[in-house]
């Protein structure tokens, strides 16, 4: 077993920076998820530390060994590829001996390891099977044994449950990252899914254009993003431009369109600086507004006496989802929110409601030039 | 709806043949006749013909003999000419899959672009006809030709490389390369690079995952390459017609002088039987052996 280090890893075809001065470092036995958009660097970052790809600048370590420039076959890594890439003309069994066979291990030790591990992975009497008689989940759990048994020092996964339907997908996250535990192998989990991300992960970093945006246990990705980025990727999320009025430690007064709103934010945050505030659909509460203008802002106000984190509008859209109900709620201001809440009690379309979330709930990211793209982004995720 | 429905069952009415056979086959009876009429018809004439006697006014007599099969076997000079013949498919065969196998490899892994071009280029042997091509490496290969002339400048040379089993043989690979390249390039273009990457990943070095991975899972179209350029060249006529110049006697060559100049049309169907017979035993016995090999593969 070994750590991971890659340092100011870089690498370009032609003339496209795929991935861009790039610093990871994996503890012992943690399982990292690299998450983002496809082209985002992820793959290439994984085929780099596999030897698959040789990094034009920069350092690959695995445990104390230098490896940035050895041929895969010297890196003892456990790949596991999106498709599989199981061998279709070797048995289940001699796929999983493959790599013993490669590490001359006696033919006795590999019987019996072979065997070992697909009864751990629940493919015992399936060793005579070729491939194509295996179903996708089997494949996929061949292709983990593959990697597995020959104790690599590091275990390399490409969207490994890309290729399965829905509800196997979510069996198999827990599967692999209980796996992954028992094993205690450092992991490097390549995935765009960030459900996959979030449960999967110890920490999880997430990818653009090359480059880590953010790197952190999934709970910071989640609730604390650094930049627009990575809280429009990660999650479904309201994102509001405003400009701050108040700083106060980390808590944040902004301005929108909407009406002011108080929130969470890092204190590095000044006065005047133009954020996005980022507000989770299933933190919103929603109620109808009965008429009686005694009931709005009852609960939080500021000092002044305005409501603060408190909206009206008129739902536009409405989207059963079963456990939920998804909603787009007109705030005024040209400000769209959507909102997940339980299915009852239910308002209709241009039913005028009440919206009101926590402070804790909202977090500020400061906007950091990319309000182009962010715009176009929450017109995608906001939508 | 109940209209067209009604109209499909009366097409379907008329156009069923008795039998139970159903309408797909129909689909099969032009290619059927075509290879009826013009391939098996004549094959049973030669079949018939060779168990006719020798006449010296007509094609042959109709009184039944084995004398023709007699004297094609028995004929020690008839088994050296097919020994050559096998020779020079088996060779050629080799050869081709040699040179075939890295070009086909980089074609099934070249982007798209690349592709097209090197399949013009692949394909330029067949873009021109088999006797001025045949000229052409005349040309090159003639004791003054222009290979020797280049080799002379370095003080080698003359070599003779026409009208012997030389000439033949270059002429011969080159023309029969697409037909080794194209199935190559179409089996390695289905497998997916991943799965060298996993040997690779697995410890296995660029020469074993070569074998133990890339060549078997390429072995249907080495299967079909092989077998196309094997078929081929036993059958080539023009190329050791024209670069043997008749120093060099295959069997189609002997098939065509026993008829044409001997006139002996039954002995030159019964060699054209005995070599048939020998080409599907070693065919039939290629096949299983590959099949063995790809047994893990269907």
């Known amino acids: 077993m070994g750590s991971i280090d890659l340092k100011s890893l870089t690498k370009r075809f032609d003339d496209v920076v795929a991935v861009n001065n790039l610093n990871l470092e994996l503890n012992d036995g943690e399982l990292i998820a690299l998450l983002g958009p496809s082209g985002c660097g992820k793959t290439t970052t994984l085929r780099m530390i596999a030897g698959f790809e040789m990094a034009d600048e920069g350092t690959i370590s695995i445990g104390e060994r230098n490896v940035t420039t050895l041929a895969p076959e010297k890196r003892n890594a456990g790949m596991v590829f999106q498709n599989y890439a199981l061998f279709p003309h070797l048995t289940v069994y001699e796929n999983v001996a493959f790599g013993l066979e490669m590490r001359r291990v006696p033919k006795s030790e590999i019987h019996d390891r072979v065997m070992a591990i697909l009864e751990k992975v629940q493919l015992g009497g399936l060793d005579a099977r070729y491939p194509r008689q295996l179903s996708g989940g089997q494949q996929q759990r061949t292709a983990l044994a593959r990697a597995l048994v020959i104790n690599p020092e590091v275990l390399l996964l490409d969207e490994p449950l890309a290729n399965l339907d829905a509800k196997l997908r979510e069996e198999m996250r827990f599967y692999i990252r209980s796996l992954q535990q028992e094993f205690e192998i450092t992991t490097v989990y390549v995935t765009h899914d960030q459900a996959e991300a979030l449960v999967l992960a110890d920490r999880i970093a997430v990818m653009m254009n090359g480059v880590i945006e953010q790197l952190g246990s999934p709970e910071e990705i989640y609730r604390r993003p650094q930049t627009p980025i990575v809280a429009d990727f990660v999650g479904l999320t309201n994102l509001v431009p405003g400009v701050i009025t108040e700083q106060d430690g980390e808590r944040s007064l902004v301005e929108t369109r909407a009406g002011v709103i108080r929130g969470m934010g890092p204190d590095s945050l000044l006065n005047g600086d133009t954020v996005l505030v980022s507000v989770r659909p299933e933190t919103l509460r929603i109620e109808g507004v009965k008429g009686t203008a005694g009931l709005m802002g009852s609960e939080q106000h500021d000092g002044t006496g305005s409501a603060v984190n408190q909206l009206e509008g008129d739902v536009t859209e409405r989207a059963f989802l079963g456990n939920l109900i998804d909603y787009r709620i007109d705030v005024g201001g040209g400000e769209l929110f959507r909102v997940q809440a339980a299915p009852t009690p239910s308002y209709d379309v241009s039913e005028r409601v009440n919206l009101t979330f926590p402070e804790s709930e909202v977090w500020v990211v400061k906007d950091v030039g990319e309000s182009i793209s962010v715009d176009s982004l929450r017109g995608e995720s906001g939508a | 709806m109940s209209t067209a429905s009604g109209a499909n069952r009366v097409l379907e009415r008329i156009t069923r043949i008795p039998f139970g056979l159903n309408r797909m086959i129909l689909l099969i009876v032009p290619a059927f006749f075509l290879v009826l009429i013009f391939f098996i018809g004549p094959y049973l004439y030669l079949l018939y013909m060779s168990f006719m006697s020798q006449a010296p006014a007509a094609p042959y007599e109709s009184t039944p003999t084995l004398e023709n099969y007699s004297i094609a076997i028995r004929d020690s000079f008839n088994w050296r ?66 290979v020797n002339q280049a080799l002379g400048v370095f003080g080698l040379g003359p070599y003779s490389l026409m009208y012997n089993q030389t000439g033949v043989m270059i002429a011969l690979v080159h023309i029969y390369m697409p037909f080794m390249v194209l199935p190559l390039a179409g089996s390695l273009q289905n497998i997916d690079p991943d799965i060298e990457g996993a040997s690779r990943s697995l410890g296995a070095s660029p020469w074993t995952t070569f074998w133990r991975v890339t060549w078997p899972l390429s072995l249907p179209g080495v299967a079909a390459g092989s077998i196309l350029v094997f078929v081929l060249t036993i059958s080539a006529y023009v190329i050791p017609a024209l670069l043997g110049g008749y120093n060099v006697m295959t069997l189609p060559l002997l098939v065509v002088q026993t008829v044409s100049q001997l006139f002996n049309w039954p002995l030159g169907s019964a060699l054209a039987m005995v070599f048939f017979a020998i080409t599907i035993a070693i065919i039939w016995l290629y096949m299983k052996f590959l099949n063995w090999m790809m047994r893990g593969l269907t």
């Open chain 2, 81 to 146: 000419v097919i020994r050559t013949t096998l020779q020079f498919g088996v060779l050629t065969t080799l050869i081709t899959l040699v040179l075939a196998y890295p070009l086909a490899y980089h074609l099934a892994r070249a982007s798209s672009r690349v592709k097209g071009i090197l399949l013009i280029l692949v394909l330029s042997p067949l873009l021109v006809g088999i006797v001025i091509r045949s000229y052409g490496w005349m040309i090159l290969l003639a004791d003054t030709g222009l």
